[in-house]
């Protein structure tokens, strides 16, 4: 039985319950010691923060406090880059070497424009990709090459994970949450009740801070 570390990207500006209970969901469904929450420094497709890091790590450092299982990776936020996946995953792999089983996590929407990333037909060599399930409107028709790609490499069995350190896709059953960061970051603009996505702890500090209420 290999180890298995996970990984689940994203900018989290602000992390949300989508993200958590998500997350808590697949560390049941895949029977995952924990999951590594790897903010992004300089995110690829949406280049322009209007937030400092620091407040979305200690969003997320809020938000994680009290489940052992969830923690943070700093990797991609030490590097002060733009924060391609691949180079994120190579350096994962020079740490860790190939025995080890890596699962990187990303939402359906974001599966379904993977062509659009650095390098992605390379992704499976260093990593598993585990999707969560998230209703989304297609912007573009899902390209050839991905769909390919999909029902080359998905398995049903997640034991896959326990043999092989990388190589295939799974999609994941658990329930989905219609939660997201822009919907929230639209809410606290129009002045509308967002309680309800956010942990507790990260509603105060987004108030505190008077974060996200630049038109
Ligand atoms: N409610 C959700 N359910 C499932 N996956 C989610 C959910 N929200 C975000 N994700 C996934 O988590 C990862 C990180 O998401 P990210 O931090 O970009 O949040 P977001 O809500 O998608 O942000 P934005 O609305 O600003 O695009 C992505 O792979 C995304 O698809
Ligand atoms: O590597 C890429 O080209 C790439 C393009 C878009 C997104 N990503 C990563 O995908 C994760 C989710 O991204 P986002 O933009 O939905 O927050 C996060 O870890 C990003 O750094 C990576």
Known sequence: MKKIISILGGTFNPIHNGHLLSAKRLLKEIHLQNIFLLPNNIPPHKLTLDIQNKHRLIMIKLAICSFSKLK?????IKNKNISYTFETLVKIRQKIGTSISLIFIIGEDNLYEINRWENWKKFL????????????????????????????YTIDDISIFHYYSSGFIFFSNIKQENISSSKIRRYIKIKKEYKQFVPIKVYHYIKKNNLYLEL
Do not use: A, G, Q
């Open 72 to 76: 943070m990776n700093l990797l991609e």
């Open 125 to 152: 060599n260093f990593c598993h990709i585990v999707v969560i399930p998230r209703k989304t409107k297609l912007v573009r028709k899902i390209h050839d090459s991905v769909l390919y790609w999909i029902n080359t």
